[in-house]
Structures are given as structure tokens and as C-alpha cells.
């Protein structure tokens, strides 16, 4: 058999598909209880998460608790991501 005629292989392309199966694909987030945090896309959730730790710094609390804030947050704000966002900012400045 030519070797393209393998790609189309049944057992190759089973095999490929239970690896990709078989991967966690957010294992960290379903430890934890934040639907909203886990809903937006990649970069708006580390954006918040970052505004969100560097809130928790100032505020003098634990940084584990920062997937738990950012939840609450969002939460306050309806799972509007910009007006979270602003919220934890404007927590800042006035502290």
C-alpha cells in the first residue's frame, strides 16, 4: 500500500483519535466551581484572573483564592468580562 493510503487507515486514525480522546481538556478548571471564569476564551480568562490576583495582593489575601474571586466578580457583573474587569480595577485604585 502507498504510504497516503495509511492516513486513511481505520486502525491508524482510531488509534490517533482515542490519544486526542484520551487528553484532558481542562482538567485544571473542573477541579473548581467557576462555569462563568471557564466560559470566556483563553486570553480574557487569564486577563481577569491576572487584574484579579493583583487585586488579592493589595488586598492583603490568599492567592489561591484567585479562580474563587474572579468567579465572584464576574458573578457581581452579570459574566460581563469588561465590567469585571473594570470592577476590580476601580477596587484598586480606590484602596
Known sequence: ???ILNLLDPVR???FNKISADM???APSSSRDTPL???LPP???AQL???TLRHIKVAGGLETDKFKKAE???NVKGGDYEQAF???KGLDQAA
Request: proline share 8%.
Open 72 to 74: 465572584e466578580f464576574l
Open 86 to 88: 473594570h470592577y476590580i
Open 1 to 3: 500500500a502507498l504510504p
Open 13 to 15: 486514525s482510531n488509534k
Open 49 to 51: 484572573l491576572q487584574v
Open 43 to 45: 486570553l480574557r480568562r
Open 24 to 26: 484532558p481538556q481542562s
Open 37 to 39: 471564569l471557564d466560559q
